[in-house]
Structures are given as structure tokens and as C-alpha cells.
Nanobody, 128 residues
């Protein structure tokens, strides 16, 4: 079992920055990759970014590319999402997820059903 605890969300102005954290516990040695998803009211959950736990390969979708940075600290079992230049369109509940299945390409970790464990979500609200 893997447990994920997220933090770092909040209410900010457009152009501000936030740093989300996700601490993994339990059988963390089994994690192959971790990722961030977000879901706005009335919309489908969408992929934001992913990182391989061992090699550190990263993958971003267009909305966050150039503004968001995903990273991980293996010693602390923690994944981060640094979000800069936030826009109102970034407003959503952000979810941390962990995947056990090992894919060769980090781009394979872009669907929700690729992940086995999820955090509770943290609210990010960006005002104009």
C-alpha cells in the first residue's frame, strides 16, 4: 500500500506562484512514476505532469509547459510541482498520483487509469 498526502494549494492572484508537495509513505519502493492531475468544476480530470521515480524523466502537457516544473526528492519520498505565472485557467483541484506499472516512456503515464494510488486533492484558486 502507498499513501499520498498533498499540500500547498491556496488562493492566489494571477501571475503568482505556488509549490505543491506530495509526500508518499508505505511501500514507496514499489513506485515507478508519480504524476499530477487537476480537475475543474464540471470538467474531466486532466493530466498535468509526470516524473519517473528512478530516472527522473519528466513529461508536461501544453498548459503547464514553460510555467510548471515537476521534481522529486527520493530521500524524502516527496514529489513537487512548482507552478509559476499562474492563470485563472489553472484553477482546479490538484491530485497527486503514484503508478506501480513500469513503462519505458514517461509519456505513457498520462492517463488516470495508469495510476494506482491517489491523494485527496488540494485546491488551487487563481483570481484575475
Amino acid at each position: 500500500q502507498v499513501q499520498l498526502v498533498e499540500s500547498g494549494g491556496g488562493l492566489v492572484q494571477a501571475g503568482d506562484s505556488l509549490r505543491l508537495s506530495c509526500i508518499a509513505s508505505g511501500r514507496t519502493f514499489s513506485i515507478a512514476a508519480m504524476g499530477w492531475f487537476r480537475q475543474a468544476p464540471g470538467k474531466e480530470r486532466e493530466f498535468v505532469s509526470a516524473i519517473k521515480w528512478s530516472g527522473g524523466s519528466t513529461y508536461y502537457t501544453a498548459p503547464g509547459e514553460g510555467r510548471f516544473t515537476i521534481s522529486r526528492d527520493i530521500a524524502k519520498n516527496t514529489m513537487y510541482l512548482q507552478m509559476n505565472s499562474l492563470k485563472p485557467e489553472d484553477t482546479a483541484v490538484y491530485y497527486c498520483a503514484a503508478a506501480l506499472r513500469s513503462y519505458y516512456s514517461i509519456t505513457s503515464y498520462s492517463a488516470a487509469n495508469d495510476y494506482d494510488y491517489w491523494g485527496q486533492g488540494t485546491q488551487v484558486t487563481v483570481s484575475s
